[in-house]
T-cell receptor, first 111, second 114 residues
C-alpha cells in the first residue's frame, strides 16, 4: 500500500463549478498537510498548508484534514480556466520533514 | 515567484557523464530539499540539508550526492548518468523544520540523458 493515494483523474469541469480533490494516507505520523498546484513543467506552487486536523480557507480554496479517517481534501469554488493544472497533495511528519506526495490530479476547467 | 532559484533550467547530456545542479533558497531559509519528478514515480524526496548539514536521505542513488555551502546555496551532483536519470529535479526550501514545514519549490532543472 502506498503511503499517499491520490486519484490521478483526469478531472474536467465547467467554469464556475465546485471542484473536490482528495487524498488518503496510511502513515499516522503525518501532521503537516499541503496542497500544491503545478502547471505543466513548472515548479509546484504551495496553495494551502494545514497542521493537524481541521479546515482552512483562503479565498476560493478550502483545505480539510480528517486525521481519524486519514483523508484530506481541497475544494475550489467558482473554478476558473486558470485553475487548470495538476494538483498535488503532500504531507510530512515524524522524525523528518521530507514531503511525501500523491501522484497528482490533472484538472481541466472548461470555459 | 517562490524566491527559490535553480540553474540551469535545462541540461542535455550523454550517458556516463556528470552534471551539477544548483539551488539558492529563499532569503532566510536554512533548509534545502531536493526532489526528483519522473512520469512514472511522481515527486520523490532525495535529500535534505539544514544549515550546511545533511538531515535526511530518501531513495537517493549512490551515484548522486549533494552539499549545502556556508552561503546556504546547495548543489546536487549526478554522476555516471543513465537514461533513467532523465527527470525534473526540484529544490525546495523552508525556514526551520518543526516550526514550519511549508516548503517552497524552485522552477526546476530538466535533465535529459541521451
Amino acid at each position: 500500500q502506498k503511503e499517499v493515494e491520490q486519484d490521478p483523474g483526469p478531472l474536467s469541469v465547467p467554469e464556475g463549478a465546485i471542484v473536490s480533490l482528495n487524498c488518503t494516507y496510511s502513515n499516522s505520523a503525518f501532521q503537516y498537510f499541503m496542497w500544491y498546484r503545478q502547471y505543466s513543467r513548472k515548479g509546484p506552487e504551495l496553495l494551502m498548508y494545514t497542521y493537524s486536523s481541521g479546515n482552512k480557507e483562503d479565498g476560493r480554496f478550502t483545505a480539510q484534514v480528517d486525521k481519524s479517517s486519514k483523508y484530506i481534501s481541497l475544494f475550489i469554488r467558482d473554478s476558473q480556466p486558470s485553475d487548470s493544472a495538476t494538483y498535488l497533495c503532500a504531507m510530512s511528519g515524524g522524525s523528518n520533514y521530507k514531503l511525501t506526495f500523491g501522484k497528482g490530479t490533472l484538472l481541466t476547467v472548461n470555459p | 515567484d517562490s524566491g527559490v532559484t535553480q540553474t540551469p533550467k535545462h541540461l542535455i547530456t550523454a550517458t556516463g557523464q556528470r552534471v551539477t545542479l544548483r539551488c539558492s533558497p529563499r532569503s532566510g531559509d536554512l533548509s534545502v530539499y531536493w526532489y526528483q519528478q519522473s512520469l512514472d514515480q511522481g515527486l520523490q524526496f532525495l535529500i535534505q540539508y539544514y544549515n550546511g548539514e545533511e538531515r535526511a536521505k530518501g531513495n537517493i542513488l549512490e551515484r548522486f550526492s549533494a552539499q549545502q555551502f556556508p552561503d546556504l546555496h546547495s548543489e546536487l551532483n549526478l554522476s555516471s548518468l543513465e537514461l533513467g536519470d532523465s527527470a525534473l529535479y526540484f529544490c525546495a526550501s523552508s525556514t526551520t523544520p518543526g516550526l514550519s514545514n511549508e516548503q517552497y519549490f524552485g522552477p526546476g532543472t530538466r535533465l535529459t540523458v541521451t
